[in-house]
C-alpha cells in the first residue's frame, strides 16, 4: 500500500527525450507498466487486476479479467494485442481474451512449492518465459529458474541450467533470453544482467558493476535494453529504495541513466517498451 503523503507516478521516456509525467494517484498503488500494441494505452497492475491509462493522459480504466484469482505485477500482452497473459496469486499463468480467463499451467507435486512468475513472451506470441520457484529444504523459493513454455496448452522446459537465482526473463527479437542472476557472484544479491540463446547453453553477461542489476527489457527491434538498477548490496528487488532506470545496447555498453526513481519493485518489472520501440514507461514512488 501507498504510505501517507505517498504517490505512484506513471512516466514514459523517449530513447532520446527525457521523462514526462502520464498518470499520478495517491489512492491507487499501481505498478509494473506494459504498453499495448496500438500504442494508445499502457497497462498496470493494481488490487489484483489490471488497469488500461491512456499514453496521452487520462484516467485509469480497469481491465475485465474474467473468472481470474487476483493478479500479481507479473504480465504481459500478446504481441497481436488479441491476449493478456498474467501470473496469478496462486501461482499459476493464465491467458485473458475476450474477457475470458484459462488457466495455462498444471498443479506440481505439493512438496515442490511450486509457483510461476511471467516475464516474457516470444515475437511471435507463441513462447513464454518466466521463472519458476521451488523448495529446497524450509525455503518455500529457494531455486528461482527461468524456463519457457507455449503460450498455449503444453509443458515446461528448463532453460539451460535454470541459472538460479534468476529472475526477469524476456525474449529479444531473435528470440534470444534476456534474465537477470547471481550467477558468478562474489556476494549474495549481486544480481547482474545476462543473455542466453534459445538452446539455453552459454550464457553471455552484460553488466559489471557494483550495482544490482534487474529486469533487462529489450526493444522490439532489438536496439536498446531498458533495466532498473539498485544500490550496491541490494537483496532481491526491495521496495522503497532509490533506483535508477538505464539504457543500454543489447551487449551491454554504452550504459546511460534516464531517471533516478524512489522506487525499486513495480518500477519496470516486465517489458514496457512502445511497440516502434522509440519510448519506455516505468513508475515511481515519491513521497
Known sequence: MLA???????????????????FSSTTMLFEAPNWSADGRFL???ADGGLHRIPVDGGDAEPIELGEVPPINNDHVLAPD?????????????YRIA??????LTDDQ????SFRYYLHGISA????????????VGADASALRRVFTRPAGPGTDTLLGSGFSPADGPEFGPDGSVYFN??????????????????????PVRLTHDERVNWFPHPSPDGAHLAYVSFPPGTLGHPENVDVLVRLC????????DVAAVFGGQGTMNVNSWSPDSTRFAFVGYPS
Do not use: C, K
Request: hydrophobic share 30%.
Open 4 to 22: 501517507p503523503g505517498q504517490r505512484a507516478e506513471l512516466w514514459v521516456a523517449g530513447v532520446d527525450t527525457e521523462p514526462r509525467p502520464v
Open 43 to 45: 497497462v498496470v497492475n
Open 81 to 93: 494485442g488479441t491476449a493478456v497473459y498474467v501470473s496469478a496469486q496462486d501461482g499459476h499463468l
Open 98 to 103: 475476450d474477457g475470458t480467463a484459462t488457466r
Open 109 to 112: 507435486a505439493p512438496a515442490r
Open 124 to 135: 511471435d506470441g507463441e513462447t513464454l518465459a518466466f521463472v519458476g520457484t521451488e523448495r
Open 181 to 202: 542472476s547471481e550467477l558468478g557472484a562474489d556476494v549474495p544479491g549481486h544480481a547482474q544482467l545476462y543473455r542466453v540463446g534459445p538452446d539455453g547453453r552459454r
Open 249 to 256: 545496447r543489447p551487449d551491454g555498453t554504452g550504459i546511460r
